[in-house]
Each structure stands twice: as C-alpha cells, then as structure tokens.
C-alpha cells in the first residue's frame, strides 16, 4: 500500500471517528426549549417571547446555574411549534459553557425568521422534541423538554399521550404558561380554560422527576419567567419561592 493512500485511508477514519467522539461528549443537562408560535401568538407577543429567550441565556444568574454544575456546560436545542405537523428547529445542539456561547446562542435566534402560525399542538411539540433528545449529540443524565404556550392542545393527539411517552424514556416536562389578559372572542377556552392555563399544564402536560410549571402574568414578564425557569431547570432547585406576587411564580413540582 503506498504511503499516500495509507495518508488518506487514515484521514477518512479520523473524519468518520469525530462525530462518535462529538456523541459521547458529556454535558450536565441536554435542554429543549420548545416555544409556542400558534395563531394566538401575536407578533408583539412572538417578539417578546424570542427576545425573553434570546436574553435569557446570558443573564449572568443564568451563566452562574450553568457553571455550577459538575461540567460546567448543557447543551440545549431551540425548536418553534404550532400545528399538529409544524416544528422546526432554529438552533440545534449546542454546548452552552458561558457568556460567549449564549451571547452566540442569542444573536442567532433574533435574526431568524418566524416558523409558523398554525393551531396549537402541545403533544407534537413534545414527541418531536423526545426525538430530539434521542438523537441528540451528546450524553447527559438529566434530559429535560421546557414547553413554552399561551393555549391549551388542540391539534394532534392528547397531549396526556404524548406527556406520560416522554416520562417513560425518563424525560422531564416543564411549562412556562404565559397568561392572556382577554379570552379569544372565537375561541375564549383556548388560552383562558376552565381552572385556568395553569392548572391544564399542571394536568395534562409537566411531569417526571421534579416538574414545575411557572407562570407569566402576561408576555411583558416572559423575560423574567423563563431566567426563574431556567435556573430551577439547570441548577435543579424546584424550591425557590418568588419574594412577591409581581415576581413570576414557580408552583408546586410534579413528580
């Protein structure tokens, strides 16, 4: 064999290795944030809600949760969603490690464009985002999917299917349940159902070990809700209790 093609014989094993190596690459946490852009989510409300993510991340309450962890980094995946077939990802894994990696995080997601505005499947949000973190490139023992929305499921299957097929793979489900200050006039039940959204969520979406729904009043505290969101899912404190009712509220873990 001559020297040369031994060369590029040894280059394609390396290339073809690299990608099992990047696999078992461990982090503390793999995080899907699945956001709501169905039709209730008007567009100043959709660009609060990118802009409370985008800016989330490089909250430095948020980079200090991140660095306590054992390995210092999680890796997370930026998916929209609405109707029963409408998810996509905007930003796929990445390892989050400090300021500079979600400042990368953030600037990407605010130059992207909307995904959809269809009706709202909380269930195809889930199954797709199971299969995310089941073909996710990297390994953590803490695999967790934070559902964003402003309206019960309405699309797709029951939601409560699709919620207890995750918990069977060992998922955790969160929910960030932004409140709406006037029902819809053609369909009041979706973002205002009996018991309220936040009571739905508990019900019939969050579950595994330790989840939690927190609430926004409104998407003006969205920014707030998801940092408070994001510290509970990353540092694993589901008991911090806000200091006033204007704070947003972190409720009662489901286990």
């Excluded at 069977?168 to 159902?193: C, F, Q, Y």
């Amino acid at each position: 064999m001559s020297r040369l093609l031994r060369v590029a014989l040894t280059l394609l094993a390396l290339t073809l290795a690299a990608p099992l190596a990047r696999a078992e690459e461990p982090v503390d946490l793999l995080l899907v944030l699945a956001a709501d852009v169905s039709r209730s989510v008007d567009q100043p409300k959709f660009k609060l809600q990118r802009e409370g993510y985008a800016a989330a991340l490089s909250d430095s309450r948020v980079l200090d949760a991140i660095a306590s962890g054992r390995r210092r980094r999680i890796a997370v995946c930026y998916v929209e969603w609405s109707g029963v077939t409408a998810q996509k990802v905007l930003i796929d894994w990445m390892i989050i490690d400090g300021a500079e990696a979600a400042r990368r995080f953030g600037d990407n997601l605010l130059e992207l464009p909307r995904s959809f505005a269809e009706r709202t499947s909380i269930s195809g949000a889930i199954d797709y985002s199971v299969t995310l973190l089941d073909q996710a490139p990297f390994k953590a023992e803490r695999r967790t999917i934070d559902v964003s929305g402003d309206g019960t499921n309405n699309s797709g299957r029951d939601v409560t299917l699709a919620r207890d097929a995750a918990l069977a793979k060992g998922i955790t489900i969160n929910g960030l349940v932004i409140l709406s200050d006037r029902p819809m006039a053609w369909n009041p039940e979706h973002t205002n159902p009996p018991g309220g959204l936040e009571k739905y969520y508990h019900d019939n979406v969050i579950g595994g070990t330790g989840a939690f729904v927190i609430v926004a009043e409104n998407f003006n505290s969205f920014g707030q809700a998801i940092i408070k969101k994001l510290i509970a899912e990353i540092a694993f404190q589901q008991d911090i209790v806000p200091s006033n009712q204007a704070t947003p509220k972190l409720r009662h873990p489901r286990g």
